[in-house]
């Protein structure tokens, strides 16, 4: 069955999710912490040596004033002749102290490079723990919305080597080494006739000797080799060769979308301009369809066997360049809020969000991520740092229902007067002041002159109701 209607909310109606959301969420929120931390503590270094720079400025100019001080007192004293003991000892002091000032500022500017080297070590690893857990993201999931383009070719090795070059909507590109595996018909550099027994089209030609005229003729493509396939949602191209090493001549045949079209273009050995492109005719373009559909099917069934995250930017920088490594995580909360929020109004179970995965006709299966799991793995957060994730709704304190008063219920079973709606707003607010059911009737029984109730109005007994209380007649 297709991922595209595997999935149903936690209300069994059809989602538009294409991938398990909750396993997603999941590792978002692990990556999140990890980042928040990451931020946390680079911010702290960053803070920290721009402190100590900051104090060390302040006393080297304490410090430099010192020296001006000690050379204004000196100049006070009431010395004759510089060559005389006491001249000799002033020049001697001022000597002294701007070499001891000059030791001190050296061995501060010395403390505070060391502070802003160590300082740097610690971002450029806490920036590095950032990109190693967006890898881990990335390895694992396909983001919601992200668009990518699948290249195939053939590396110095003689084998194929694989890239997804990604984007999501939020400015984050990367680019994902995949992995060949040996069971894969891409193990090995891919000739046509292993795809298509046969397959021949007809293509324009130059031919004759002496006279140069072009043809339409038939081209067997099948004996040629797959050297570069690139998979875009707008284009696919692949480009035949004569040669497993990618060499020689053959055709580029590109297959578009919009408008839906196949074309075919003569490559030639060397440095020769290849032919203008080549329109297909309905019945060929059927036959390199067919082709295009088998190579990719096995090229994105690669997508599978992600290694390695390549490379990683946002908004163009490196990952492990960010200055704050929470926007990283501020973007991809901000970007899946929505349906993690839609999620959580279709989740009939209190306190989750569920998720329904169709695995056979009669049977589903239930995913579910608890509000006290996400509670928990914030746990290592600050309170302001925990912010981040706001918009998901995920909060217990935010989800928990309102609790209702419990009411006070009488076992007693008492007869009610169903006309006499004052009686039971009297009697509940009796109840509501702590008073029991029949403590309303002290004082008021036929020893003191009450007269017994003689309304002719229907009485019921009712479980837990309070009684009536008894008039002297008959209402108006």
Partial sequence: MSDESDFLYGDSTPSSLKTNFIALLRDVIDFGVTVLQCDTRLAESVRRAAVFSATMDREIVGAEAVVLEVSRALERLPIAEPASLPGRCAVRIHQGAVEMVRLEVEQARAEVAGENARAAKEVAREREACSKALATLLLQHELPDEAGVLHLTIAADGHYKGELHAHAPYGLDWVAALDVPTSSPLAQVLRIERVVERLEVQAPEEAGWIRKETKIRGQRLDRLYLAQLTIDPVETVMKLRATPEATGGGFDVSFRREPRRVQLVRIFEGDASPDAPYDMDDEDAAKLRSLHDSLVEMATALLSHKKAIVSARLDDTPIE????????????????????????????????????????????????????????????LSVEARRAFDALELSQRAAAPAEAAPKRVSSAPSAIDLADSDLLSESADAEAAGETPTDFLRGVGPEQGATPNKSPRPMVVVPGASPPRPSNGPRD
């Fill in 321 to 380: 360049k960010l200055e704050a490594p929470r926007a990283l995580i501020d973007r991809i909360v901000a970007h899946i809020a929505p349906t993690v929020q839609e999620i959580g109004r279709r989740s009939l179970t209190p306190g989750e969000l569920v998720l329904k995965r169709r695995v056979s006709d009669t049977h589903r299966e239930e995913l579910f991520i608890s509000r006290a799991e996400v509670e928990q793995k914030l746990q290592p």
